[in-house]
């Protein structure tokens, strides 16, 4: 179901271009205007703008490394705007593609960083490879044959 939600938000540029944009300093956003030609032109996001993703989108997904935190520091502003979209009842995602620590791992850094975050929001790439090879009903441990 998660991997439907992402293919269909790839088809919508303006949304990446969003999502891009909120990992530079200070949560910029940058939204497109389709030019004459065709061709789509980044311009600054509005206030309004901002309000209208925030009003359209349920659930939102944060890659971890590098948007909610540096090494071993949250990146400011993340806290706030984690419980401002708690506050208006949106579902958070956090996903990574380091797949060195486990769910319960990257819960441990979640709260050592002050984040309230459920280890059922944390996708891992070694938590999807587990899902996956359990949905297949993979039962061989590595080196059996």
Not at 30 to 41: F, H, K, L, R
Not at 79 to 85: A, I, K, S
Request: charged share 25%; net charge positive.
């Amino acid at each position: 179901m998660l991997g439907k939600r992402l293919q269909a938000q790839r088809h919508c540029s303006w949304r990446q271009q969003a999502i891009r944009a909120t990992r530079a300093p200070k949560f910029r956003m940058v939204t497109c205007n389709a030019s004459t030609n065709g061709s789509i032109q980044p311009r600054r996001a509005t206030v309004e703008d901002k309000q209208r993703l925030i009003d359209n989108v349920d659930c939102f997904i944060f890659d971890c490394d590098g948007v909610i935190w540096r090494g071993d520091s949250v990146i400011d502003g993340v806290p706030e705007t984690l419980d401002m979209l708690r506050g208006m009842g949106k579902r958070l995602v956090f996903v990574t593609n380091n797949s060195t620590k486990s769910r319960a791992g990257y819960l441990g850094k979640f709260t050592g960083l002050g984040l309230n975050v459920k280890a059922e929001e944390i996708y891992s790439s070694s938590y999807a490879a587990a899902a996956y090879l359990e949905s297949i009903n993979f039962d061989k441990k590595v080196g059996q044959s």
